[in-house]
């Protein structure tokens, strides 16, 4: 018998390892690989079992070359065997690591998000910037000046009662501060520091002292807005505040005047609003008083303009349904996550 040439068996151990080593690689799930594991490495009937038997009919001279090559191919195959296991399987930078596998979606740390009201106030002053009105803040403890005199509110009217407001008890006899009622002393604090024009939105906390229910609350939060440009008539009025509502809301949202007073504005409207078949009103509104425009040193013969004052609260009761606003304070996260 003519013994296998040591080429031979040499070669046959090469391909072999590539045929292996392209085969492993390949492998896309576990059961590829085990096919290929047991086509290479099988102990009955795999190729490496095969050449194996080839080396006793190898030159006793050549069999210790022949027997460390066939080793050395062994244990490369058993390599190669190794990590396709541990690719499959994820690998240390990608899967299994100590009992998680993080290929799985798991738990996602849970987002927060605004409260509504604090949603509702951003998305007025994005509105509203985007019609023109520079949004700004004002002190919630006031004096009767901001929230009364100035606002032609005078110190024997029924607002100015101490059951109706949160008068402080600190020593200010003559001049009691208090928590504020109404946004409008903002109008007066920046007419009082600035020059025409102007278009302004504040938007804040008031108090009044209400029994709370579904509609009232101790501590609410209002729209100020108010509009100083030459030629502005209550037509301006209402195309602002429709612009606005129909942002808002969305859609087409209907603004109707109803005749009223307040002591600021003369004309003096409440504003309701149409969305979805009801009518809700939402505040009031009208043209700057000249009373008020005299108090802040404006020429009332040169100068006009128009203000409104919306409930936060209401608008956004509105825009999401929600029917009891004390809901919005209660501080409920099941209530709060829905937004
Ligand atoms: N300040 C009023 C209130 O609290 C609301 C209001 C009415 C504001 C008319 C205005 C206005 O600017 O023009 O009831």
Same mark, same amino acid.
């Given at each position: 018998m003519t013994a296998v040439p040591l080429a031979t068996f040499l070669g046959e151990l090469e391909s072999l390892r590539s045929a292996a080593s392209a085969a492993?690689?390949? /492998?896309?799930?576990?059961?590829?690989?085990?096919?290929?594991?047991?086509?290479?490495?099988? =102990?009955? =009937?795999?190729?490496?079992?095969?050449?194996?038997?080839?080396?006793? !009919?190898?030159?006793?001279?050549?069999?210790? =070359? =022949?027997?460390k090559h066939f080793n050395d191919t062994k244990a490369a195959i058993a390599e190669l065997l190794a990590a396709a296991q541990?690719?499959? /399987?994820? !690998?240390?930078?990608g899967g299994v690591a100590q009992g998680i596998d993080v290929t799985l979606p798991g738990d996602r740390v849970p987002l927060g998000h605004f409260h509504p009201l604090t949603q509702t106030i951003r998305r007025v002053q994005e509105i509203m910037g985007r019609l023109g009105f520079e949004s700004v803040d004002g002190p919630e403890v006031e004096d009767q000046w901001h929230n009364f005199e100035a606002l032609?509110?005078?110190?024997?009217?029924?607002?100015?009662?101490?059951?109706?407001?949160?008068?402080?008890?600190?020593?200010?006899?003559a001049d009691p501060l208090l928590l504020r009622s109404q946004t409008s002393t903002v109008q007066i604090r920046v007419m009082e520091n600035r020059e025409p024009p102007l278009r302004i939105v504040s938007l804040g906390r008031?108090?009044?002292?209400?029994?709370?229910?579904?509609?009232?609350?101790? $501590?609410?939060?209002?729209?100020?807005g108010l509009l100083i %440009?030459?030629?502005?008539?209550m037509a301006?009025?209402?195309?602002?505040?429709?612009?606005?509502?129909?942002s808002f809301l969305g859609g087409d949202v209907h603004v109707r005047f109803r005749p009223s007073f307040f002591p600021f504005t003369?004309?003096?409207? %409440?504003?309701? $609003? %149409?969305?979805?078949?009801?009518?809700? %009103?939402?505040?009031?509104?009208g043209m700057v008083d000249p009373a008020v425009l005299e108090a802040v040193g404006y020429d009332p013969d040169q100068v006009s303009g128009f203000a409104f004052g919306l409930g936060?609260?209401?608008?956004?009761?509105?825009?999401?349904?929600?029917?009891?606003?004390?809901?919005?304070y209660r501080n409920d996260v099941r209530f709060l996550r829905q937004f």
């Open positions: 492993l690689s390949a /492998a896309a799930d576990a059961s590829a690989l085990e096919a290929a594991r047991i086509e290479f490495v099988g =102990a009955r =009937a795999g190729r490496l079992k095969a050449i194996q038997k080839l080396l006793g !009919g190898l030159d006793v001279a050549d069999k210790p =070359a =022949a027997g541990g690719r499959l /399987a994820g !690998g240390p930078s032609a509110i005078p110190a024997a009217h029924p607002a100015r009662d101490p059951l109706d407001n949160f008068y402080l008890a600190v020593a200010r006899e008031v108090y009044r002292p209400d029994t709370a229910d579904a509609t009232h609350y101790p $501590m609410f939060h209002q729209v100020e %440009e030459p030629g502005t008539t301006h009025l209402k195309s602002v505040l429709r612009l606005f509502a129909s003369e004309p003096s409207v %409440e504003v309701d $609003m %149409e969305w979805g078949g009801r009518w809700i %009103e939402m505040g009031g509104a936060v609260e209401r608008i956004a009761a509105r825009r999401y349904g929600v029917a009891d606003i004390r809901d919005f």
